[in-house]
């Protein structure tokens, strides 16, 4: 059994930072990639933030660049998403999600087909 569990959501004022944590545990589970997206209401699921679990290559949606940073803590199993300079549209639900499957290329752990397992989401709310 797979388990992805995020935390650290609230609600902030722009310009503030945040930090999410995402713990992912299972006995016999290799991920290859951890990765961070988020779903407004009415919207689809979107990519933010992505980092492959051996050698730390991270990927970044273009509007999240320079503001948010993905890392990782291996003896924990925790990927963490630091957000600063936030803005009132990074208002979302944010999901972490772990990927069993190994891509070269990077892109593909911007899609979330790409990931099996789920965490339930931690709400973010900046209000301007």
């Known amino acids: 059994q797979v388990q992805v569990v995020e935390s650290g959501g609230g609600l902030v004022q722009a310009g503030d930072s945040l930090r999410l944590s995402c713990a992912v545990s299972?006995?016999?589970?290799?991920?290859?990639?951890v990765g961070w997206f988020r779903q407004s209401p009415g919207k689809e699921r979107e990519f933010v933030a992505s980092?492959?679990?051996?050698?730390?290559?991270?990927y970044y949606e273009d509007s999240v660049k320079g503001r948010f940073t993905i890392s990782k803590d291996s003896a924990k199993n925790t990927v963490y998403l630091q957000m600063s300079g936030m803005k009132p549209e990074d208002t979302a639900n944010y999901f972490c999600?772990?990927?069993?499957?190994?891509?070269?290329?990077?892109?593909?752990?911007?899609?979330?087909?790409?990931?099996?397992?789920w965490g339930q989401g931690t709400q973010v709310t900046v209000s301007s």
């Open positions: 999600a772990a990927s069993s499957l190994f891509y070269k290329e990077g892109n593909y752990y911007k899609a979330p087909r790409t990931y099996s397992y």
């Open positions: 299972g006995r016999t589970f290799t991920a290859y990639a």
């Open positions: 980092i492959r679990w051996n050698g730390g290559n991270t």
